[in-house]
């Protein structure tokens, strides 16, 4: 049988007549008493449109809660029959959201209409079911209107005289005009009416929509609840809610990613008041939770030539209630190497959030460091300060200041290095996934001004990296990704830089298929010759194909280039070295588990043989 149904998806607006299939059983107590044992069996769903339509098709088998319930193989006759009749409004909605207003829906099972099968009277089996659907004609706008508009309201040209008459166009259009008044400074800008009606001789909508932009609002106080250890006066500071100033909607989500970025809260809810205050001003409610005040956690990278990266790091958030993170780190390298010895830092790291802004961050930071490389052995100390500024999502911008000593044995004996720097540094990170990027790019470039003493020369120190992602295929499967680098020390002698400014070239940063910080230069001279050492400008270049074979196994081939050179802006002797390799990444919660195998590529100045990396995350 057919019945009628008018449905009203616009709040007081009815849209039309949609036809479906909808019946009831003949008896109340037929279910109670229908039907025997219930029979689980592989089901065959058939979804067929009139006139072949495959858009319409594949979006009435995403919506379908049939289609869902037998994804995930639930095949019971009753999940089967439940989830056809809720089908029949989904169906609906779907076909309503792209323009058809006088669709007929039939949904079988088994040749039986679901509608006519009463709730508890489900068949004993089900085999196969079958959704026919005539959409009936497309209807489109006669009138499209909306007013009172803001000015830069982002009212979608779809919402026009003349095109599809979706009611997911009408619903977009309204939330757009209600969120321009409100970018304006109008935050209880609401719809005032509406009126859709649909003509089904002429298969046209009729569509008004009238704007009550409100009052322009002022930011009142922030009222706060639920925290424990955070004082009030740090949690209002960091929050950074700009109270006696105009209504924006992005102030708020500052406020939030503000809050987030502290670590502190297991959640944030903020909330506008109902009412408006003298003025019309606005309270904003925000009611936090504490998350626990310490973390862990620990990294792994491991070569075969390298040997061994053990990572580690212990935090506390909101260290003296002001939001306060102190983060330690260890790090322990080149762990059974063949070509150095073993490798230790820690570093001990204090920040401070809302320091003089509420988007920027003071640091204080203590670094040791035990470096035993082929040539040489160092052991450093760093003393530093800074402030970190988040204007944006993608922006990063870092000031510092820090003491670098550094004590180098070599074959010329011990030297010291004493340094004064202004590290700084700007990041721009628009990739879609930090740990597993698909698109995007990243661009970071770093300049270390720094005077030396006792013998050190003063110099300049250029670091720059830029990466892109780029991806095809369905659901991105394919992706092409690149890196270069670039750096170079300005204005002092090889001999007298600090080894740690110094540039090399090799292992799983850099280049793979060659052992970690292999490639450098020979300058520096010794007793018994020219010793081995990093050189004063670096190029480096990178690129990736990445196929995501599976949902959770990707596998991946590279290239990777590198050269050194002795002298500034890239002169001088140089020398080079290139690594092809291929891996498999596994993806897990926490980013993919990286697998590669890489060997020398060309007659490079470096060979060591195959490598075999082992780690967390992607390459870059």
């Given at each position: ?30 279910g ?5 044992e219930?029979?689980e ?67 079988t ?214 939001g306060?993170?102190l ?5 322990v390298?080149?762990?059974g ?152 020390v ?36 010794g ?34 280039y ?11 002797d ?22 590669d ?24």
């Amino acid at each position: 049988m057919r019945a009628y149904v008018k449905a009203m998806l616009i709040a007081g607006t009815a849209l039309g007549c949609g036809t479906m299939a909808l019946a009831q059983s003949s008896s109340p107590f037929s279910g109670l008493f229908g039907g025997g044992e219930e029979i689980e069996g592989p089901v065959d769903l058939d979804i067929r449109v009139d006139g072949g339509d495959d858009g319409i098709a594949n979006a009435i088998r995403n919506t379908s809660l049939i289609a869902g319930a037998l994804k995930e193989e639930r095949n019971n006759p009753q999940d089967v029959l439940a989830a056809a009749r809720a089908d029949y409004a989904r169906i609906l909605g779907t076909l309503y959201d792209q323009g058809y207003y006088s669709a007929l829906i039939f949904i079988t099972l088994d040749g039986v209409e679901a509608a006519e099968i009463a709730p508890l009277d489900a068949p004993a089996a089900v085999t196969n079911v079958v959704v026919t659907v005539d959409p009936g004609p497309r209807f489109r706008f006669s009138r499209a209107a909306i007013a009172p508009v803001a000015p830069d309201s982002d009212i979608p040209d779809e919402y026009a005289q003349g095109e599809t008459a979706g009611t997911g166009t009408i619903k977009s259009a309204a939330l757009a005009g209600v969120d321009g008044w409100r970018n304006q400074g109008h935050a209880k800008a609401d719809l005032a009416g509406q009126q859709i009606v649909a003509d089904h001789a002429q298969s046209t909508v009729d569509s008004q929509i009238a704007l009550n932009p409100g009052p322009a609002v002022t930011f009142g106080k922030l009222n706060m609840t639920g925290y424990k250890r955070m004082k009030p006066r740090r949690l209002h500071k960091i929050a950074g809610l700009p109270e006696g100033e105009g209504f924006d909607p992005e102030e708020l989500e500052d406020v939030r990613k503000r809050l987030r970025r502290t670590g502190v809260f297991s959640a944030i809810t903020l909330e506008e008041a109902e009412t408006l205050g003298p003025g019309n001003t606005m309270d904003v409610n925000l009611t936090v939770v504490e998350d626990k005040p310490r973390r862990i956690g620990a990294g792994f990278e491991i070569s075969n030539i390298d040997g061994a990266q053990i990572s580690a790091y212990w935090m506390h958030r909101n260290l003296l209630g002001g939001g306060e993170r102190l983060r330690i780190d260890a790090e322990v390298s080149d762990i059974g190497s063949d070509n150095s010895g073993r490798d230790e830092e820690i570093t001990f790291r204090i920040d401070r959030p809302a320091t003089i802004t509420a988007d920027t961050t003071a640091y204080v930071e203590t670094e040791l460091a035990k470096m035993r490389e082929d040539d040489y052995d160092s052991d450093a100390v760093t003393l530093g300060l800074g402030f970190t500024h988040i204007p944006n999502d993608d922006l990063t911008i870092d000031l510092g200041t820090e003491y670098y000593y550094e004590r180098v044995t070599d074959d010329n004996g011990r030297r010291i290095f004493k340094v004064l720097a202004f590290p700084s540094s700007v990041t721009w990170d628009k990739r879609d996934e930090p740990t597993n990027a698909k698109s995007g790019f990243y661009l970071d470039g770093e300049a270390t001004p720094f005077k030396g003493f006792d013998g050190t020369d003063s110099g300049l120190r250029l670091d720059g990296e830029a990466r892109g992602y780029y991806s095809i295929l369905p659901e991105d499967r394919l992706t092409f990704a690149g890196r270069a680098r670039a750096g170079s020390v300005l204005g002092s002698d090889i001999q007298n830089t600090p080894r740690d400014y110094l540039f090399y070239s090799g292992g799983g940063g850099t280049v793979r298929g060659h052992s970690y910080e292999s490639l450098g230069v020979e300058e520096i001279q010794g007793s018994d010759g020219p010793i081995k050492t990093g050189g004063m400008s670096i190029f480096n270049a990178s690129a990736e194909i990445r196929y995501q074979l599976r949902e959770k196994i990707g596998v991946v081939g590279f290239v990777d280039y590198g050269r050194v050179w002795t002298d500034e802006a890239w002169s001088g002797d140089s020398g080079w070295h290139a690594g092809v390799g291929a891996g498999v990444r596994y993806d897990t919660p926490i980013g993919p588990l990286r697998f590669d195998i890489a060997t020398p590529l060309g007659n490079g100045d470096t060979d060591d043989g195959v490598q075999v990396y082992l780690g967390l995350g992607q390459a870059f």
